[in-house]
């Protein structure tokens, strides 16, 4: 069994800074690419930032120059550094992970945590 589990969400002016942690825990024989998405009230859960296992990072246009993802692999733990917060990035942030057990090498499962609520209010 994985879990993933988050923090470092909360509420925060905007301009203002905020970094995510999500750390896996389990039978885990590696991790492939690990991501960070978001879902605002009555949207759909988009991407907002993926890193594969050697580092490649790829991100949303709307958080270019403001997040930055980053992990390290021996902690399975993958973060999120979300600089010059606008209200518009108020969402429920999720992590997620491409993740192979070590009962099943063959196999990658894509496991989600439980979510973070981060809130960009004056």
């Known amino acids: 069994q994985v879990h993933l589990v988050e923090s470092g969400g909360g509420l925060v002016q905007p301009g203002g800074s905020l970094r995510l942690s999500c750390a896996a825990s389990g039978s885990i024989l590696s991790i492939n690419d690990m991501s960070w998405y978001r879902q605002a009230p009555g949207k759909q859960r988009d991407m907002v930032a993926v890193i594969t296992r050697g580092g490649r990072q790829n991100y949303a246009d709307s958080v270019k120059g403001r997040f930055a993802i980053s992990r390290d692999n021996a902690k399975n733990t993958v973060y999120l550094q979300m600089d010059s917060l606008k209200p518009e990035d108020t969402a429920v942030y999720y992590c997620?992970?491409?993740?192979?057990?070590?009962?099943?090498?063959?196999?990658?499962?894509?496991?989600w945590g439980q979510g973070t609520q981060v809130t960009v209010s004056s």
């Open positions: 997620n992970a491409e993740i192979v057990l070590y009962d099943t090498p063959w196999a990658e499962r894509y496991y």
